[in-house]
């Protein structure tokens, strides 16, 4: 009997560790599309990210803005168990499955300034693995603290390879001071194996406050002196594309700036969801995917209306 060794092992009973990543950055060298040059796939695959900037006009933004206004007031969607509140508070701190929700945000991740530069990373179609609006109000926003998707995707979701990225759509400009996303650049070749067996129903907290599947100091302090952090500040309308495995947080906003943003997360077609590891119960549809695995088609237009 053959025994399947996890290539990328974490939250067992050993101790954390650094391990080589095992699969490409960018798949088919960058040419299943063309929406990147090639100096922008190269910084991508080095760094593991790209900030695009600008690239929805003032008018476009504003109609994402509001729909995500409408839909944080909506009582209806505010009890939706897709709506995540601020610890210790009612705000809202995220809304998931908006590409489904929304008519606008659904127009959004068929837009070919996103999907098609996810399609030509990932050489492959793709489809929505997870999608949600993101809002960290001025005084109140609270931190996300460091951590690769990845890791938590493969444990609890079951995904088999680093074949997805993250598309984060600026609704505000984000500058130093409103806690803007910060990466570490070249993390993504790093897979940081975590300590700690993953509760049942674990999501219930980790959305509002994740304590497993995030690493230890030493293993990001050595992320760190490595590669350094670079914060994403940028206009409203601009883009940051960054690969699954890519370690990443923000700070939380004590300054009068809302920050907030639209996010996805495209995933080949070719990396379907397995079985959760360690036994876990699949987590729900608006978090990880499993039915609605159709390539997403892109829009005719390059517009989001």
Not at 52 to 62: D, Q
Not at 93 to 115: G, K
Not at 244 to 257: E, K
Request: with cysteine.
């Amino acid at each position: 009997m053959t025994t399947v060794t996890d290539r990328y092992a974490s939250r067992t009973d050993r101790m954390s560790a650094i391990l080589a990543r095992q699969d490409p950055v960018v798949y088919g060298q960058g040419t299943y599309a063309d929406a990147l040059s090639v100096d922008q796939v190269s910084s991508y695959e080095q760094n593991g990210f790209l900030l695009l900037e600008e690239v929805f006009l003032a008018e476009e933004v504003a109609e994402l803005v509001a729909e995500v206004e409408r839909m944080c007031a909506d009582p209806a969607i505010r009890q939706l168990e897709e709506a995540i509140t601020e610890p210790g508070s009612e705000a809202v701190r995220s809304i998931f499955r908006v590409h489904e929700i929304n008519a606008r945000i659904q127009a959004l991740s068929r837009d070919p300034r996103l999907l098609n530069v996810a399609r030509q990373i990932l050489g492959s179609e793709v489809y929505i693995h997870q999608s949600r609006a993101n809002m960290k109000p001025g005084f109140k926003g609270k931190e996300f603290y460091w951590h690769s998707d990845f890791e938590t995707w493969h444990v609890e979701d079951g995904m088999p390879a680093m074949r997805a990225l993250s598309c984060s759509v600026l609704l505000t400009d984000n500058n130093a001071c409103n806690g803007p996303l910060m990466l570490v650049p070249g993390s993504h070749r790093q897979f940081v194996s975590c300590q700690g067996e993953t509760p049942d129903d674990h999501y219930k907290q980790s959305l509002r406050k994740q304590e497993y599947g995030v690493p230890d100091p030493l293993s990001l302090q050595l992320l760190v002196e490595q590669g350094g952090i670079t914060p994403m500040i940028a206009k409203a309308g601009s883009v940051v594309f960054f690969d699954c495995n890519t370690m990443h947080g923000s700070a939380g906003n004590i300054s009068p700036w809302a920050r907030s943003n639209v996010f996805m997360v495209y995933n080949s077609v070719e990396n379907v969801l397995g079985e959760p590891k360690y036994g876990l119960k699949p987590r729900p549809e608006h978090i990880a995917t499993r039915r609605s695995v159709e390539a997403v088609r892109a829009l005719s237009e390059t517009t989001v209306a």
